[in-house]
């Protein structure tokens, strides 16, 4: 979960939706 040291909240949901 690199994605949330990133954005931490703004691009939590775009792994959601490529998890998905």
């Not at 979960?1 to 998905?20: E, H, L, P, T, Y």
């Amino acid at each position: 979960m690199r994605i949330f040291r990133q954005d931490s909240g703004c691009r939590w949901w775009i792994v959601k939706a490529n998890n998905s």
